[in-house]
């Protein structure tokens, strides 16, 4: 799920409905630009208690985000996951432009395979 950081808490909102209705599981919120770069993330509790004109780029939180690269493989994910204790994490692209997530269910999936073709 992500939300523009110029979007106001009341659009984030009506967008974040629209896109979970797509998704199982929302853990994150991922911020990006007009550019649809990766700049940040944001907490749901902090969304949730915002008020609605208050703009995402004075919410989210701006450092220490962990993502992987398209060209990552599957080992080198699962590695960054495991080390930072995360249930999801986002993927970008070169530009580091947001392309999707990979979650520690897709993790999972891809050993129970590695497992049953050995």
């Not at 998704?23 to 550019?35: A, L, P, R």
Request: hydrophobic share 40%.
């Amino acid at each position: 799920i992500q939300a523009k950081m110029s979007w106001p808490v009341n659009r984030c909102l009506v967008e974040l409905r629209r896109q979970a209705e797509n998704v199982e599981n929302v853990y994150t919120i991922y911020v990006v630009d007009d550019q649809n770069r990766l700049v940040g993330l944001l907490s749901l509790k902090r969304l949730l208690f915002a008020d609605i004109k208050t703009h995402i780029s004075d919410l989210y939180q701006k450092k220490n985000i962990i993502s992987v690269k398209t060209s990552d493989s599957s080992e080198e994910v699962a590695k960054i996951m495991d080390k930072y204790d995360l249930v999801s994490i986002p993927v970008v692209d070169l530009q580091n432009k947001l392309v999707g997530r990979i979650t520690f269910d897709d993790i999972v999936d891809i050993i129970k395979e590695a497992l049953q073709i050995h």
